[in-house]
């Protein structure tokens, strides 16, 4: 599965996907300083999933299948 984890998604969480054959790509490290409206277009030009858990997207999933883009939100408790 080809995975963009923002720069607030646990790292634990990014080193397990990669354990497990994904290709991720985790904002922190891979994309230093791109800007979210970047990332959302590196992920539909790369059919990406986008992890993020930034607390102001929980409660909010957004899922765009037309484009290539699914956006899920998490909340780490």
């Avoid at 490290?29 to 993020?52: C, F, K, M, P, Q």
Wanted: net charge negative; no cysteine; glycine share 6%.
């Amino acid at each position: 599965m080809r995975i963009l984890a923002d720069e607030n998604f646990p790292r634990p969480i990014v080193e397990s996907l990669r354990a497990e054959g994904h290709d991720v790509l985790w904002a922190r490290t891979d994309l230093a300083g791109t800007s979210d409206t970047g990332l959302l277009d590196l992920a539909e030009s790369e059919a990406r999933i986008v992890l993020n858990a930034d607390k102001t997207w929980v409660g909010h999933i957004s899922i765009i299948t037309e484009e290539g883009i699914q956006i899920v939100a998490a909340r780490r408790r």
